[in-house]
């Protein structure tokens, strides 16, 4: 049978443009369906968004600290509309960027919906597509629950766009991107409130950086209202009402709501069971919630249809944009490049980038000794203040920690709640990932003076 394609990738976020230009570099012929700009929730309303956002709400700290040094600042203002354009300009910037990354590399963009009809056939606009193979990298979206009032909150596909900045923004969710956004906001000025299911943020996360977090978080003026859920919003004269669900914690009145409690992925709307995809079900964590659907995917992203493939949020496996890469990358090459591979999901690191910031790679202390037992894991921490601050009275702290195989000394699991958390865990996770003993950390002679020789000063 003939097709118009070899490949058709429906999604142009990571996975799907990482998946599309590599299968086009070994000679397919690939074209890639998009309804939205062109990079995904990444580079929309994702990663590079949200860390232009972090880096502005660093800077009224930055203008405190140089006082400790000597320098005079005068007042400062943020001009919220210059700053939520420029971000806008950059996310258009690198759409088109990655317009001209498919045109160099000969792959055509259909900038329109695609839905499967069968196994071999998708349907865009008013046209009928058939490829040998199909990629589906269309990835996740943010959920509210279905509560009363939900139409008045946002997500943090809006967060992006409000046209004027909150005075009080009330936040729930204390998963990454809540307490994200909690931090961005407290840095820029706006008054905070975090509003979580249980007694601590971040949950699957190392507990040292889970409290090394919500207790810097709460030294900045974030104010986090544990063990209670939203029970009903209303619009009132003053803002949006939050009634929780302790009868005893006062109703919160915020003029902007961010709902952040999880991302399901974005399967609806799809054709799957045209084409008899099959899906897995998971139940979202939440009063509100319904059930969640994933793309069921083997060790090589196959679908239980031979033809079919999936990669990155989609599939609800570890959601991050540089493993939704990987997989795209890993099925090119086992598809069209004659290297059969997976894709490992092991040992990879991710940083969240609150105030304070934090990055971790591996086993987490408890993950450690389910697997080997107490007398199994050997815990290496430290916790100081960074020199940067000796002048400026802020007491910021940095955590530190290694967890460590008793019986081989390989290092299992690296964590840090500080300044240059990711940049520094960046690093040590090749090490993590090569499999280094505390032995070779202790070997390795330090950069002084930095926070991070303290991950090879450590006894």
Same mark, same amino acid.
């Given at each position: 049978?003939?097709?118009?394609?070899?490949?058709?990738?429906?999604?142009?976020?990571?996975?799907?443009?990482? =998946?599309?230009?590599?299968?086009?570099?070994?000679? #397919?012929?690939? #074209?890639?369906?998009?309804?939205?700009?062109?990079?995904?929730?990444?580079?929309?309303?994702?990663?590079?968004?949200?860390?232009?956002?972090?880096?502005?709400?660093?800077?009224?700290?930055?203008?405190?600290?140089?006082?400790?040094?000597?320098?005079?600042?005068?007042?400062?203002?943020?001009?919220? /509309?210059?700053?939520?354009?420029?971000?806008?300009?950059?996310?258009?910037?690198?759409?088109?960027?990655?317009?001209?990354?498919?045109?160099?590399?000969?792959?055509?963009?259909?900038?329109?919906?695609?839905?499967?009809?069968?196994?071999? %056939?998708?349907?865009?606009?008013?046209?009928?597509?058939?490829?040998?193979?199909?990629?589906?990298?269309?990835?996740?979206?943010?959920? $509210?629950?279905?509560?009363?009032?939900?139409?008045?909150?946002?997500?943090?596909?809006?967060?992006?766009?409000?046209?004027? &900045?909150?005075?009080?923004?009330?936040?729930?969710?204390?998963?990454?991107?809540?307490? /994200?956004?909690?931090?961005?906001?407290?840095?820029?000025?706006?008054?905070?409130?975090?509003?979580?299911?249980?007694?601590?943020?971040?949950?699957?996360?190392?507990?040292?950086?889970?409290?090394?977090? &919500?207790?810097?978080?709460?030294?900045?003026?974030?104010?986090?209202?544990?063990?209670?859920?939203?029970?009903?919003?209303?619009?009132?004269?003053?803002?949006?009402?939050?009634?929780?669900?302790?009868?005893?914690?006062?109703?919160?009145?915020?003029?902007?709501?961010?709902?952040?409690?999880?991302?399901?992925?974005?399967?609806?709307?799809?054709?799957?069971?045209?084409?008899?995809? /099959?899906?897995?079900?998971?139940?979202?964590?939440?009063?509100?919630?319904? %059930? =969640?659907?994933?793309?069921?995917?083997?060790?090589?992203? &196959?679908?239980?249809?031979?033809?079919?493939?999936?990669?990155?949020?989609?599939?609800?496996?570890?959601?991050?944009?540089?493993?939704?890469?990987?997989?795209?990358?890993?099925?090119?090459?086992?598809?069209?490049?004659?290297?059969?591979?997976?894709?490992?999901?092991?040992?990879?690191?991710?940083?969240?980038?609150?105030?304070?910031?934090?990055? %971790?790679?591996?086993?987490?202390?408890?993950?450690?000794?389910?697997?080997?037992?107490?007398?199994?894991?050997?815990?290496?921490? %430290?916790?100081?203040?960074?020199?940067?601050?000796?002048?400026?009275?802020?007491?910021?702290?940095?955590?530190?920690?290694?967890?460590?195989?008793?019986?081989?000394?390989?290092?299992?699991?690296?964590?840090?709640?500080?300044?240059?958390?990711?940049?520094?865990?960046?690093?040590?996770?090749?090490?993590?990932?090569?499999?280094?003993? $505390? $032995?070779?950390?202790? =070997?390795?002679?330090?950069?002084?003076?930095?926070?991070?020789?303290?991950?090879?000063?450590?006894?």
């Amino acid at each position: 049978m003939t097709f118009d394609y070899d490949l058709f990738v429906i999604g142009a976020g990571s996975g799907g443009l990482a =998946a599309s230009k590599r299968a086009a570099s070994y000679g #397919a012929k690939v #074209a890639i369906a998009e309804n939205d700009l062109v990079g995904g929730t990444c580079v929309i309303r994702g990663c590079v968004p949200k860390k232009l956002m972090v880096y502005a709400s660093h800077f009224p700290a930055l203008f405190n600290h140089a006082a400790g040094y000597g320098w005079q600042v005068g007042e400062t203002k943020l001009n919220w /509309e210059h700053f939520i354009t420029s971000i806008d300009k950059e996310v258009r910037r690198l759409s088109q960027l990655h317009i001209s990354f498919l045109e160099k590399a000969g792959v055509t963009l259909i900038p329109d919906r695609a839905t499967l009809l069968d196994t071999h %056939t998708v349907e865009v606009g008013d046209r009928k597509i058939t490829a040998d193979k199909i990629l589906i990298a269309v990835g996740g979206r943010p959920v $509210k629950p279905d509560l009363p009032g939900m139409e008045y909150a946002i997500t943090s596909n809006e967060i992006f766009h409000l046209k004027e &900045q909150p005075k009080h923004i009330a936040i729930i969710g204390a998963g990454y991107i809540g307490t /994200e956004f909690a931090c961005i906001m407290r840095g820029l000025g706006s008054q905070v409130t975090q509003i979580i299911r249980k007694d601590i943020i971040l949950k699957g996360f190392d507990e040292d950086i889970r409290t090394g977090i &919500q207790e810097g978080m709460v030294n900045h003026g974030i104010r986090i209202i544990q063990n209670n859920v939203v029970t009903a919003v209303e619009k009132v004269p003053e803002g949006i009402k939050l009634t929780l669900s302790d009868e005893n914690t006062e109703p919160i009145i915020a003029d902007v709501f961010l709902v952040a409690t999880g991302r399901i992925p974005n399967v609806e709307g799809l054709g799957l069971e045209n084409a008899g995809v /099959e899906v897995v079900t998971s139940k979202m964590d939440g009063p509100g919630y319904s %059930t =969640a659907q994933a793309i069921a995917v083997n060790e090589y992203s &196959q679908t239980n249809q031979p033809n079919i493939f999936a990669v990155g949020d989609v599939t609800d496996r570890l959601n991050l944009t540089p493993v939704a890469i990987g997989e795209g990358r890993a099925f090119a090459d086992s598809e069209f490049g004659n290297n059969r591979r997976e894709f490992s999901h092991e040992n990879v690191a991710t940083a969240i980038f609150a105030n304070p910031e934090a990055a %971790t790679v591996g086993l987490t202390e408890a993950e450690a000794k389910t697997k080997l037992g107490d007398e199994g894991v050997k815990i290496f921490r %430290t916790r100081f203040r960074p020199m940067y601050y000796s002048l400026t009275g802020a007491q910021e702290r940095t955590m530190m920690k290694l967890v460590v195989d008793a019986n081989t000394d390989r290092v299992l699991g690296a964590h840090m709640v500080g300044d240059s958390a990711a940049e520094i865990i960046q690093g040590i996770a090749i090490a993590v990932k090569m499999g280094a003993t $505390k $032995k070779d950390f202790d =070997a390795t002679v330090g950069i002084h003076p930095s926070a991070a020789e303290e991950f090879v000063t450590m006894r």
